[in-house]
């Protein structure tokens, strides 16, 4: 991407910079909107899309050439913001399947699952995006796509993909009408393997949780 293109002030919608805020812009919002819990019936399947769709602005920025900013150092962007309200919103609207087994990188051998949270991850994913959009709304497009790229690398790509895999996951289970194995109680601080969370687990049928977040099984 030429340095012209980087910096152009009239937004093209076709420039790369243009079409990555836009993605990252409407991921912010629509989890916001869903945190409200103005239609909890909603708001797994509609989490599965914005995040599916967040990966792509994902994709394109880990196959694109490497981003290096105008400056050796980060301007301040400021505060970050607080996401504290954001993240028990969250988790009160996905209570019944917000903990789930993740397993942080799949080409490390032997690697035990340990307990997540969606509502961890989506707040831990919008707090490095807004990091980078405060720097693409003050003029500095260049550093907020350094930013996005270097942190969809070192965070919040595989937080987003591990999110996406348990979101698709419940939408599978009630889709399909199996079981759901439940992590209720499971304490996301404790260091458990395979046996220990197995022990953990309940099992619960997927209609206990299909109605209260908007998914019904196949008949």
Same mark, same amino acid.
């Given at each position: 991407?030429?340095?012209? =293109?980087?910096?152009?002030?009239? !937004?093209?919608? $076709? ?26 019936? *909603?708001?797994?399947?509609?989490? &599965? &899309? #914005?995040?599916?769709?967040? %990966? ?27 996401? $504290?309200?954001?993240?028990?919103? &969250? ?9 789930? *087994? #993740? ?12 307990? /997540? ?9 919008? =707090? ?32 987003? *993909?591990?999110?996406?895999?348990? &979101?698709? *996951?419940?939408? /599978?289970?009630?889709?399909?009408? !199996? ?10 601080? !404790? ?8 022990? #953990? /687990? @309940?099992?619960? %049928?997927? !209609? #206990?949780?299909? @109605? ?8």
């Amino acid at each position: 991407m030429s340095d012209a =293109t980087l910096h152009a002030t009239d !937004q093209n919608p $076709d420039d790369f910079a243009v079409q990555i805020a836009d993605q990252i812009e409407s991921f912010l919002v629509a989890v916001t909107e869903v945190a409200k819990g103005d239609e909890p019936d *909603s708001a797994v399947p509609f989490l &599965l &899309l #914005e995040v599916s769709q967040l %990966m792509l602005a994902g994709g394109r920025l880990g196959a694109h050439e490497d981003i290096v900013p105008d400056e050796r150092y980060e301007p301040d962007p400021g505060p970050e913001q607080d996401v $504290d309200l954001l993240r028990e919103n &969250l988790a009160r609207i996905l209570d019944p399947i917000d903990v789930y *087994s #993740e397993v942080f990188d799949p080409y490390e051998p032997r690697k035990a699952p340990v307990p /997540a949270r969606i509502s961890d991850d989506l707040t831990d994913v919008i =707090t490095d995006l807004r990091h980078g959009m405060v720097h693409y709304k003050a003029g500095r497009t260049t550093e907020a796509l350094w930013w996005w790229q270097f942190s969809y690398f070192s965070n919040w790509g595989s937080t987003a *993909s591990a999110t996406l895999r348990a &979101l698709q *996951s419940v939408v /599978a289970h009630v889709r399909l009408n !199996q079981p759901l194995e439940e992590l209720d109680g499971l304490d996301t601080d !404790q260091d458990l393997g395979d046996d220990a969370l197995e022990s #953990e /687990a @309940g099992r619960v %049928m997927v !209609q #206990e949780i299909a @109605g209260p977040l908007g998914l019904r099984p196949v008949k």
